[in-house]
């Protein structure tokens, strides 16, 4: 088995690392301060080529796997957790989906400027009555000649305040629950779309979240992705692969949260002596390091699993399962292990804690990742 | 024109560095190598922009070093160095500066060159000497710390551009010639993940140091480094900060003052 990642994986993981630290790192906080969302820093990393790791080379990406999207997430959230799931939500939830569902027009026409950077994409599931229930969706799209005329709202959509290209689902068939559900690519110009709402988070911020108002909006024909009425696969395919590469975040906050608790273990002395050298400080240590390494690991593994089969469930899930309460817990023992400083501002660590808690909520959350989990495992009961 | 730049891979600031058995060198055993020396990131990038800037022919690169240095010659072509040449050394081969020079000014005969670029120092030995000891061997004129250069293709002049303290100065010299550069005119670029996989293409090609054996041996000083290390200890541990408590600023001068002189015994 081979744990290396590949030449040019690791050269990128360097580029990335270094983009990061120097451009990344001088708006980190202001981000969180404001929640300000730095447009020029995305579209740097857009003509560096990190938005389109992944995406199909003919479409302005670099052909690579999954494994260089998670390289470079986890590169952006050891120092911006937020500015890395902004770079999930569009070059995952929006552009791999395109490109994996979309037609060659469709794909021509919308990945190309999103592997640029030159757009910004987003991903519209989740709605006010339909979270963990999200099949359960009630956004409307009827057909009418050339058009489909999409109704209804979206809410804590990722980068939804700031996207010009959208994947919406909503039901064709309402009547028919999940088996009526359908893609769509909406322009951010189609009249009719507004963000009713730009909300104010807990962590994460600077990476714009809203709710999307869809009134009478007329979206072509052809931009339906898929086929009519089978928007639920896209939907479940989608969300292994999200819960894959969306890994990584969870991942970079917990190495970034042991590496920042290793210095300062070093560093700052209490009794005569570092507080390194006490071992209740060093239990702690040994144990983030051992999520830190079990949630590489995982990722890893889920990400090859999600490349051989979108339709595995329990790969995904239970990677982001563990290694997002592992970036919460490993996050609230650096502040601990910072002391009054930890609980301070001026220390990442605080920001790092509240970031880390949302992969415990998006992409469906722990619960339900569960039990998505439980029912492969178990199959079919009676 | 044709500029040649040198590099050198050298270990990870962040790596932790041991002293190796022999007492003589770092001990190379597990510790992780950077791509790229930072400040040849700073003269590559000074050579890339007068590619651009000027419409220069080409940028090569020229590294000597262990298998493990194509990596840094696949970062420099990840930059946008056209090709690359490495001279390989077996494990455990000694080299110092002038030896290193030789080397270089070898394998430098075979390659156009009208410019030769050197970092400032490498981050590891910080020697800052293989610059202008290459220029000897190529029977060039040395320029070293250059911040900023133009070269005037008419008169086969250089302007260049050296910041002293408080102060610039700008200064003119013939070329061909082998220049250490501080600092360029911009900061070194990411590389682009395009650039990255393109990189794996280009040219690298491999000269077994052994082929330079006869090259070499007619220069001043021959096959083998003219220095050794006798010894190489690592920096002393920083010993902790003290703390002063105090409740005024009278009270803080005065137990400063104090400490210097009976404890540091600086005044
Ligand atoms: C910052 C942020 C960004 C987001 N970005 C996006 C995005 O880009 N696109 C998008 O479509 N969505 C996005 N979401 C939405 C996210 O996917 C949902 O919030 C999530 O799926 C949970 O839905 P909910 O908030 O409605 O919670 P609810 O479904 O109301 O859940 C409330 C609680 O009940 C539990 N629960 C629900 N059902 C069950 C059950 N059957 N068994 C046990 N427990 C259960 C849940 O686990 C949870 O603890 C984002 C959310 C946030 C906070």
Known sequence: MDFELSPVEKDLREAVKGFARRELAAVAEKMDREEYFPSEVFRQAGSLGFLGASLPEENGGSGLGYLAQAVVLEELARVSPAFALTVGAHSNLCADNLARNGTPEQRKRYVAPLASGEKIGALGLTEPESGSDAL???????????HYVLNGSKLFITNGPVADILLVYAKTDPARGSRGISAFIVEKEYAGFSVSRKLDKMGMRGSPTGELSLENVEVPAENLVGKENEG????????????????????????????????YARQRRQFGAPIGSFQLIQEKLANMYA???SSRLLLYHALDSVTRDKRRNRDASTALTYVSEA???????????????????????????????????????????????????????? | MDVLVCVKQVPDPETKLRVAPSGKALDTDGVKFTINNTYDEAMVEEALRMKEEFGFTSVRALSVGPARAEEALRATLAMGADEAVLVE??????????????????????????????????QDDEAGAVGSALGEYLGLPS???????????ASHQLKMRRYLEGGEEVFS?????????LKGAKDPRTPTLPNILKARKKPLKKIPVKDLEAKVSVLKGGFQPTSAVTSFTLPPPRSGAKMLEFQTPEEAATKLLKVLKEEAKVL
């Open chain 1, 136 to 146: 359960s969706l009630r956004t409307k799209a009827e057909k009418r000649g050339n």
């Open chain 1, 232 to 263: 639920a696969k896209v939907v479940m395919s989608g969300l292994n692969v999200e819960r894959a590469v969306l890994s990584a975040i969870p991942v970079g906050i917990t190495e970034e949260c042991l590496s920042l608790s290793l210095d």
């Open chain 1, 291 to 293: 999520q830190a390494l």
């Open chain 1, 327 to 382: 970036s919460t817990r490993v996050a609230l023992d650096a502040i601990q292990i910072f002391g009054g400083n930890g609980y301070m501002r001026d220390y990442p660590v605080e920001r790092l804690m509240r970031d880390a808690k949302l992969l415990e909520i998006g992409a469906g959350t722990s619960e339900i990742r569960r039990l998505v989990v439980a029912r492969e495992l178990l199959g079919s009961l009676e």
């Open chain 2, 89 to 122: 050394t077996p494990p455990g081969m000694e080299l110092d500066p002038l030896f290193t020079a030789r080397l270089l000014a070898a394998a430098a005969a075979d390659i156009p060159h009208d410019l030769v670029l050197v970092g400032r120092h490498a």
């Open chain 2, 143 to 153: 320029y070293s710390f250059v911040t900023e250069l133009t070269p005037v293709a």
């Open chain 2, 173 to 181: 010299g013939p070329f061909p010639a082998v220049l250490s550069i």
